[in-house]
């Protein structure tokens, strides 16, 4: 077997890249392939790669996390001494425990402490396992100072160093289109709890302008859509909340372009990456004041109190009857939106890696 000094471990990454896959699958292509692999239960663009087992990612449910984990605990190890590795990265934070294996991982967020279920997987895997990978890395790469603030309020400091190093977007994919704008308002993301769709949908059915719609993109969830979609219907505007489901990678710009503007009042966020997208787009932004969120937004976004309906139901009738509050935010994104990319956020994540190499 070749050897490698360098393993970046992608076996988490779906068929269907959201969130956590779409900052991998960017990342690596501005990381250096010499002496490296990539771990993967597919090959991924040209970069060296290691087949990971098949069914460990979400594709797979919480079963797939469950046989990702129980791989990375104990296959990863003896695969990283058979290459002779030197380092792991993970852009999740995941990796062996007590084991032998140097290495790097990100954190995203903490969100499954700040708002636990407990009988989720995921508050588990928060509480036990993730402390116990931060303690153990050489390195933890933050996506944002709200998230190395989390590390620091739920774990104490890292013996490790720790670097904020925020993520990006594909400027050649995100981009301003120069549409005609439709009548929709546009939320991007999952239907967990804390994204705080609830108070979205009843926000929205204040708005003045009745020829408005909500479109929702993103995968639906059998444990929240259902309470949603009776929501909008017992509100009445079941005909103007449309569920579109996930939305394909190519088709997302346009679908954002053209948006009356993206409304995105997460409770929390370790990051915001379609903040980030819809301002690159030249689409106005709503979204909250808190956590990651103002970090990413700056001055260029309408920032909300999330847990306020009225103040939300304000900001989408401003950005829709405002048009010198439009210009200002869409011109505000676009030059927010140039501050980050991916070549940055690569070449900082290499200066770190190589100095464990």
């Known amino acids: 077997m070749d050897t490698a000094s360098l393993l970046i471990n992608l076996s988490f990454v779906p068929t269907k890249p959201t969130g956590l896959a779409v900052y991998a699958l960017n990342l690596i292509q501005h990381l250096p392939q010499d002496n490296s692999r990539i771990l993967c239960d597919r090959p991924i663009s040209n970069y060296p790669w290691l087949p990971s087992p098949a069914g460990a990612t979400t594709d797979s449910g919480k079963w797939g996390h469950a046989r990702r984990l129980g791989w990375t605990q104990f296959q990863l190890p003896r695969l990283y001494r058979q290459l002779g590795a030197k380092l792991l990265f993970s852009p999740v934070p995941e990796a062996p425990l007590w084991s032998a294996c140097r290495s790097v991982v990100t ?25 116990q ?20 309020h739920f774990f104490g400091a890292p013996p490790g160093q720790t670097t904020v190093v925020p993520l990006a977007y594909d400027a050649s994919h995100y ?10 308002f546009l939320y991007v993301g999952s239907h967990y709890t804390y994204k705080n769709l609830e108070r979205m949908i009843a926000a929205f059915a204040q708005v003045s302008l009745r020829e408005t719609k909500l479109l929702i993109a993103g995968a639906p969830d059998p444990r929240y859509t ?64 808190l956590a990651s969120l103002p970090e990413v937004a700056g001055d260029a976004a309408l920032l909300i109190d999330p847990y306020n309906v009225g103040e939300l139901t304000e900001a989408m009738n401003a950005v829709s009857r405002d048009r ?14 140039r501050q980050f990319s991916w070549a940055t956020t690569g070449r900082l994540t290499s200066d770190i890696l190589q100095q464990y190499l």
């Not at 903490?110 to 402390?131: A, D, E, N, Q, V």
């Not at 050489?138 to 998230?147: A, G, K, P």
């Open 107 to 131: 954190v995203h967020d903490l969100i499954p402490l700040h708002f636990p279920r407990w009988g989720s997987p995921l508050t588990w895997y928060s509480r036990y396992y993730l402390p």
């Open 133 to 152: 990978v931060i303690r153990q890395a050489e390195h933890v790469i933050c996506d944002s100072e709200s998230t190395l603030r989390d590390i620091y």
């Open 175 to 184: 981009r301003f289109l120069d549409l005609p704008r439709q009548p929709y």
């Open 226 to 289: 259902p309470s949603l979609q009776r929501q909008a219907e017992a509100l009445g505007v079941g005909d103007r909340v449309q569920f579109l489901a996930y939305v394909p990678y190519d088709d997302l710009p346009r679908l954002i372009n053209q948006a009356i503007a993206l409304v995105f009042p997460s409770l929390w966020e370790g990051f915001g990456l379609p903040v980030l997208e819809a301002m690159a787009c030249g689409t106005p932004v709503i979204t909250s004041n």
């Open 324 to 337: 010198p509050l439009w210009l200002r935010l869409q011109q505000a994104g676009l030059n927010r939106a």
